[in-house]
């Protein structure tokens, strides 16, 4: 009798360890973190919860938070992910567990599609009319919020530029460029440099920087901010040739004057170091290298010029904001969330985090906190002349990049295609990837 | 007498039935509460002691069939577990490939479309032939290396445990963190080795076969230990036996040993194929895809096996629903294919 008691008991045992997992999910919200997110985030039930997908700018948000704490009471608790995190995968993960933050980032037109039905109407916001980097959809109401700029082009050490006698603001149409590498790509001793300039294109790891951002460019150069001719184009599955064409010619010269192991093997980093130890003049990368630079102890000046691609002059670089924050509009702290984002948005603790903490650029015009970092620097003149394009690449199908098109760059690279076959075999990618 | 035990039994046999309805209902009752979105703190806790109270029910109830009745309640844990951790989200990974799941919801099902469309293109088709290529060679290679590992390994060679820990060393590190690593030496110490050589990883065919060896290299050293196991257990007497009528060493391999262990090639073979066909981590970290090769007239990725393929269709991609689909049929594949090989090589074991 003992005997069988102990074995109901056992039986009862295992069953209640096993059942009791189903069931504390109310006690546990947003414990789940895993192993690679960077904060711990165990919140009471009044506090509103950021998933943040910078995971570089996670210290200086925990920062701004706890700050924000000790003005209002209200907790906010800041979960990065990031470092190779499949964000939107983590963020179906925590839907499916009914475990959504009270806030989370998206990065663009595709994310939206998935999560448009989980996004609140955020146009009646203060700083809603103080940018024009929010986050509008279909029917033009506001649904994301910006925290950043960040453009790109063609980032160049300065003093080799003087060195060589080049003028980079003269660097805006394709024969400025030529003439340019043809006369550093002349003088490599005397500057000591390696090659003109410093472009990763392997596909495997670099396809965003090739057939992202460089092919930003043909999609947006010379056009309005909401100029959407190309990229409508392309959603068909359509190319202008002729736009095309001077685009691939640049991009040879590109990959002409580029240091060929990186060109055809280098990853970010190899791509990085080679331009800040000052073995070449140019690479293809973005403001966002500013806080990299310290690392490669960076003392050269160093400003940002245009992809400039045409034959006529366009003198403006891509600039945009990279993801939002979007309010989850069946949380609930919905209030608290918009307070919280007017006050990062137009405080100046706000504007002092996102500037002079995260070293980014404010979206906001009525920001007057001035940026320090060099690029930060250079980028902030095109975005306050206005000189920007907006980044239309973001509205490609998705994973185009990455799964047709990179390949194609990387075989131009290689020199397996020459300029109409690229052309031919970029367009017919394209034309295949949108049809399917 | 008589009579009390009958009631008795009749006492128990209603208190029984009475907990297992009782604890239906409470079970019932908490997946109410939860399905209708309640955030009522107590729902896990009505659950639990619902479930307790169906399972006391169940071991109390008077029949023959007591036995068997404690044998499941013992086995149930673990059934649970595997049905929740597996076989659920295998049913449920079906049922998607006929929808237009986003990873969130489905809206409607589109039948049959989604195996029209991945047969249809061209990506997965290719990385299905060269996931074919790959798992061809590396089960030869990983096999051969093994098995000559195993041999080195129980010889009278010097020092042959320090050799066995050595081969088995690089089974322990990370595929991911393997990868990376071998990406550094592909690209920076072996074109420094061969001064002004290309990057092995910028070929198509020599980016298969760098994977192909850090694939061996990693995997050879796992496979050997069941190797040295097999070679061990080849009884001695008839070792011995061969000794005296005059066999070789070569004929000793070949026609005693190898045969007598013909079981450890059954499971080293199935091993082999099946983690060949599902390699991931090191594609993933050495190319990622890369190069590209072109193949009339467009760009494929030349080292994409099924794995990534279908990972860069659920994430790149976005396709959840399609990468689903892939997932299915590689499953079919994959167990078709293992089936076939474990059915084969067992046939040519030897009975002890």
């Keep these: 009798m003992k005997k069988r008691f102990l074995a109901v008991a056992l039986a009862c045992t295992m069953m209640a360890a096993t059942m009791t997992g189903c069931g504390s999910k109310a006690d546990s919200t947003g414990s789940s973190t895993e192993g690679n997110t960077a904060s711990e985030s165990e919140a009471s039930g009044d506090a509103i919860r950021i998933v943040n997908g910078k995971i570089e700018i996670d210290k200086q948000l925990k920062a701004f938070a706890e700050s924000y704490e000790e003005k209002t009471g209200q907790e906010v608790v800041i979960e990065s992910l990031g470092g190779g995190v499949d964000i939107n995968g983590t963020l179906k993960g925590y839907l499916a567990a009914d475990n959504m933050p009270d806030m989370f980032v998206f990065g663009g037109a595709g994310d939206y599609k998935t999560w448009a039905d989980y996004m609140t109407d955020l146009s009646e916001e203060e700083w809603a009319s103080q940018t024009e980097f929010a986050f509008k959809a279909e029917d033009g109401k506001t649904v994301g919020f910006p925290y950043a700029v960040e453009g ?33 790509d002349g003088m490599k001793e005397e500057l000591g440099i390696d090659a003109v300039c410093s472009v990763a294109a392997e596909s495997g790891q670099m396809y965003w920087s090739t057939a992202n951002h460089i092919f930003g460019y043909y999609l947006s150069a010379g056009l309005e901010r909401d100029d959407t001719t190309y990229i409508d184009m392309l959603k068909e599955g359509k190319v202008d040739e002729k736009r095309l064409g001077e685009f691939a010619d640049f991009t040879k010269l590109l990959f002409d004057y580029a240091d060929p192991t990186v060109l055809i093997s280098g990853t970010y980093d190899d791509q990085l170091a ?22 490669y102890n960076v003392e050269f000046a160093c400003g940002i010029a245009p992809l400039a691609f045409l034959q006529e002059d366009t003198a403006g670089v891509l600039a945009d904001c990279p993801s939002w924050w979007a309010v989850y ?11 919280f984002l007017n006050d990062l948005a137009t405080s100046e603790e706000g504007q002092n985090c996102l500037v002079k903490e995260c070293g980014m650029i404010s979206p906001y015009t009525t920001c007057t906190v001035e940026p320090e970092t060099p690029l930060a620097v ?34 131009y690279a290689r020199g397996e295609l020459d300029r109409d076959e690229f052309v031919a075999m970029l367009s017919a990618a394209i034309a295949d990837y949108t049809a399917q | 007498m008589k009579g009390v035990k009958k009631l008795n039994i009749n006492v128990k046999r209603t208190l029984s039935i009475l907990e297992i309805t009782v604890g239906f209902i409470l079970i019932c009752f908490a997946l109410y509460l939860d399905v209708s979105g309640s955030e009522h703190s107590m729902r896990g806790t009505i659950l639990t002691a619902g479930a307790l109270l169906v399972i006391l029910g169940v071991y109390c109830i008077p029949t023959r069939k007591h036995r068997a009745i404690v044998n499941v309640l013992f086995l149930f844990p673990l059934v649970f577990a595997f049905a929740v951790t597996v076989l659920v989200p295998f049913a449920l990974g079906i049922f998607y490939s006929f929808t237009n799941w986003t990873g969130i919801r489905f809206t409607e099902f589109v039948g049959l479309d989604n195996y029209i469309r991945m047969f249809r293109s061209r990506d997965y088709v290719y990385s299905f032939v060269i996931t074919f290529i790959f798992t061809v060679f590396n089960m030869f290679l990983v096999n051969l290396a093994a098995f000559s590992l195993a041999l ?61 060896m850090v694939s061996t290299w990693q995997y050879a050293g796992y ?21 005296v009528d005059g066999a070789n060493r070569w004929i000793t391999l070949f026609k005693i040993k190898m045969p007598m262990m013909a079981n450890t090639f059954t499971v080293c073979i199935f091993l082999t194929l099946v983690n060949s066909f599902k390699q991931f981590d090191l594609n993933l970290a050495i190319t990622n895809g890369a190069p590209s090769r072109i193949l009339g007239l467009k760009p494929v990725s030349s080292t994409e096996f099924m794995a990534l393929n279908i990972y860069k269709t659920a994430i790149a991609k976005n396709e959840y629903a399609l990468g689903q689909t892939k997932a299915v049929v590689f499953f079919v594949i994959l167990a078709i294919v293992s089936l076939t090989q474990v059915y084969i090589s067992k046939k040519k074991e030897v009975e002890m």
């Design chain 2, 152 to 212: 080195l390994c129980t010889s009278n060679v010097r020092g042959k445990n320090f050799y066995r820990a050595a081969f088995f060393l690089p089974n322990l590190i990370g595929g991911i963190v393997l990868g990376y690593v071998w990406q550094f030496i592909f690209n920076k110490v072996f074109t420094s080795i061969f001064a002004g050589s290309a990057s092995m990883l910028t070929d198509p065919n020599l980016a298969l076969l760098a994977i192909l």
């Design chain 1, 152 to 184: 790109y082009g063609i980032t160049y050490n300065a003093a080799i530029l003087e060195q060589a006698g080049i003028d980079p603001a003269g660097l805006t149409n394709y024969d400025a460029y030529k003439a340019a590498f043809e006369k550093i």
């Design chain 1, 274 to 295: 080679l331009w800040a130890q000052g073995k070449t003049a140019f690479v293809t990368q973005g403001n966002w290298i500013d806080p990299s630079l310290p690392t």
């Design chain 1, 378 to 411: 250079a980028l902030k003149s095109y975005v306050d002349a206005g000189n920007t394009y907006a980044w239309q690449w973001t509205k490609m199908p998705e994973g185009i990049a990455q799964n047709a098109t990179g390949s194609v760059f990387e075989l």
């Design chain 1, 329 to 339: 509009n069946e949380g609930k702290n919905i209030d608290a969330c918009k307070a």
């Design chain 2, 223 to 243: 496979i050997m230990m069941i190797y040295v196991t097999g070679l061990q257990s080849v009884p001695k007497d008839i070792l011995e036996a061969s000794g």
